[in-house]
């Protein structure tokens, strides 16, 4: 069969779920990922055929795709940050808002990198791993910790981490109990901690994607309506006690809870608290610095 029959089809079973430029990009993101032939190549060779094996093989994909499962999932793979992520279904897709987040870190310790001791950085939630491994990556007089709930997104971020050439020490436990903080992270203080955290309400579920909501895993989305900053409490106790004096916290946040946020850093002791918009001029990113 031909590759532009297959394209053909593609476009006859998805345009009406994905748009035209969308199907087009998922057709050649599935031919380089698969067969190793890229746009170029088929411009080049239009009559170009794979055997029946390889076939069954893209259309496979052009079902999951049917079933809006992300074509990042499809793949294994996405790009965060300029560098290469291996995700699954235990681990979130990376945001751009999230490399935002990760900009202004760098953007805000570059400075301090140069002309200041080594120092420590603990990224709480890491899921892939995209936020501690792309910190680690720009900032190499960093020491970087993350930590996640998931046995499995340890396991992907490691891994992630390994493809990438970082060192991240990993470690598994539930930032939520607090119990575990003293044994955890007895002999550990930090000059930066970053969290990304499920901030998803479920009165907001009804405003996502079905690609998103089928498939991306919820223990690292969604937060009950009645205690929708539980995580963030939890994280700002923490840094409280394990950030050295003047250390910064950083957060991802929801949109909606801007406000609820300052007032939360104000109450945990923390100081010249900035909320910064996201490209889409929605509040996304907060930044506090320990009292």
Not at 62 to 89: A, C, H, M, S, W
Request: hydrophobic share 40%.
């Amino acid at each position: 069969m031909k590759l532009k029959e297959i394209k053909e089809r593609f476009h006859k079973e998805l345009d009406a779920i994905y748009g035209k430029d969308e199907v087009r990009s998922f057709f050649y993101l599935l031919i380089e990922e698969l067969f190793d032939f890229n746009r170029l190549k088929l411009a080049l060779d239009p009559e170009k055929s794979i055997t029946k094996s390889e076939v069954d093989t893209i259309l496979k994909a052009l079902t999951r795709l049917k079933d809006q499962e992300p074509i990042q999932y499809i793949i294994g793979e996405t790009e965060f940050y300029g560098l290469p992520f291996k995700v699954n279904e235990n681990t979130l897709i990376p945001r751009p808002e999230t490399e935002e987040l990760v900009n202004l870190i760098i953007e805000n310790t570059k400075e301090k990198i140069e002309k200041d001791r080594s120092f420590s950085i603990l990224d709480i939630g890491t899921g892939t791993g995209c936020i501690a491994i792309t910190l680690a990556k720009n900032l190499p007089n960093a020491k970087v910790y993350a930590v996640d709930v998931s046995a499995e997104a340890i396991e992907k971020a490691k891994e992630n981490a390994a493809l990438n050439n970082v060192e991240v020490a990993f470690i598994e436990t539930d930032i939520l109990d607090k119990e575990s903080w003293d044994v955890k992270f007895s002999a550990l203080e930090f000059d930066i901690i970053v969290s990304n955290p499920p901030y998803v309400r479920e009165l907001e579920k009804q405003q996502m994607k079905p690609n998103v909501l089928n498939n991306e895993p919820h223990l690292a989305l969604f937060v009950g309506d009645e205690n929708p900053l539980l995580f963030y409490k939890a994280i700002s106790k923490f840094a409280d006690r394990k950030l050295q004096s003047s250390g910064e916290l950083y957060f991802e946040i929801n949109e909606y809870l801007g406000k609820e946020m300052i007032a939360l850093l104000e109450e945990n002791n923390f100081r010249n608290i900035e909320l910064k918009q996201d490209f889409f001029r929605k509040d996304r990113m907060l930044k506090g610095i320990k009292k």
